[in-house]
């Protein structure tokens, strides 16, 4: 069983039968109380994160755990077909496994997955990815005004808001977690 000083940001633990990994925590101490230590949990396999504190989640265990980069190779219907970097294996993924990112993915790019006993536990992405604008409104010169956006639909299906001197063809990088501008990618 693993210690509060070994907790760390992007551990993987089992708890009551459920494997977690740790998105943040935190110590918080109020006066002469022991310190409390605060945990942000997300569930591999599709759950939603929780946050608790390190005595209501009493013991955990550290599961062993590898980063694999795949290359994203293309979509089978509803599933995506990835290859490892390393032994040109081919995995195909349901559209559960990767839940919020399809609209960031791009063929050809690589990908790091996290793995758990040599099974594919979730995909990591990126803080943000470039992709290609397929359909947007003409180039407007907005007078100065730097807070103006329209409505902008990039190659991998997602619509998104850009500035107003971006154009079809330009590559754009976004925000995965809230598909917000990044700036244009040169």
């Given at each position: 069983m693993s210690q509060t000083d070994q907790l760390h940001k992007g551990m993987v633990i089992r708890h009551e039968g459920h494997v977690y990994t740790v998105l943040d925590y935190r110590v918080a101490q109020t006066g002469k109380q022991r310190p409390t230590v605060h945990v942000k949990l997300g569930a591999l396999g599709g759950g939603r994160s929780t946050e608790r504190t390190l005595d209501e989640l009493g013991k955990f265990e550290e599961v062993a755990s590898e980063v694999r980069?795949?290359?994203?190779?293309?979509?089978?219907?509803?599933?995506?077909?990835?290859?490892?970097?390393?032994?040109?294996?081919?995995?195909?993924?349901?559209?559960?496994?990767?839940?919020d990112a399809k609209p960031f993915l791009v063929e050809?790019?690589?990908?790091?997955?996290?793995?758990?006993?040599?099974?594919?536990?979730?995909?990591?992405?990126?803080?943000?990815?470039?992709?290609?604008?397929?359909?947007?409104a003409p180039v407007e010169h907005s007078g100065g005004a730097s807070n103006v956006y329209k409505e902008a639909k990039l190659a991998s299906g997602v619509t998104v808001q850009v500035p107003l001197f971006?154009?079809?063809?330009?590559?754009?990088?976004?925000?995965?977690?809230?598909?917000?501008?990044?700036?244009?990618?040169?």
């Open positions: 980069q795949m290359q994203y190779l293309y979509a089978a219907g509803k599933d995506h077909v990835f290859m490892d970097n390393e032994t040109y294996e081919q995995y195909t993924l349901g559209a559960d496994m990767l839940e050809e790019e690589t990908y790091r997955f996290l793995t758990i006993d040599g099974q594919i536990a979730s995909l990591q992405l990126p803080s943000t990815v470039a992709l290609e604008v397929v359909d947007t971006i154009k079809n063809g330009d590559r754009i990088k976004i925000k995965t977690d809230n598909k917000g501008y990044q700036g244009k990618e040169h």
